[in-house]
């Protein structure tokens, strides 16, 4: 079976250190190894990648498109500001799950707001780098129905 891609936005290679009481202490490598494990556990695998720039994203979305069975994404300032992704994203046949590591609805008013729903088939804030593994679990089960 092909691979979930595993997508995070700006600023999240800083995660651990980067205000750790919103995002917590984990890494990003541990958030990766995360993703690893919950993909194992259902057969499949996980191929993560990270990158600070949107066009980078976009062309990764694109290169999934018939090479993986899901996309699951964290994206970042992007999720806010992104009609490219968005674009991206509805291209893609398969599931998509939206991952964030705050709840970005008791943050800032413009946080509120994210493109990337609007293509999403599920949706999880707020549960911590644990948010990853429930949506790689999500992913897994649409990917097999």
């Not at 990648?49 to 990764?60: A, F, K, P, T, V």
């Not at 994203?89 to 008013?109: M, Y």
Request: aromatic share 6%; with cysteine.
């Amino acid at each position: 079976m092909q691979p979930i891609l595993v997508l995070n936005g700006p600023n999240l290679n800083l995660l651990g250190t980067r205000e750790p009481t919103i995002y917590g202490h984990e890494t990003l490598a541990d958030v990766e190894a995360l993703c690893a494990a919950t993909a194992k556990v259902h057969g499949l695998t996980a191929e993560c990648r990270q990158s600070n720039r949107e066009y980078e994203l976009i062309d990764w979305i694109q290169g999934a498109r018939g090479t993986a069975s899901a996309v699951v994404i964290n994206p970042g300032a992007f999720t806010h500001t992104s009609v490219a992704i968005l674009d991206a994203l509805s291209a893609f046949e398969g599931p998509v799950i939206e991952v964030h590591i705050s709840n970005i609805h008791k943050r800032e008013p413009f946080r509120h707001h994210s493109y990337v729903s609007g293509r999403a088939d599920a949706v999880i804030a707020g549960a911590g780098v644990q948010g990853y593994a429930f949506a790689i679990e999500r992913a897994a089960r649409l990917v097999k129905a």
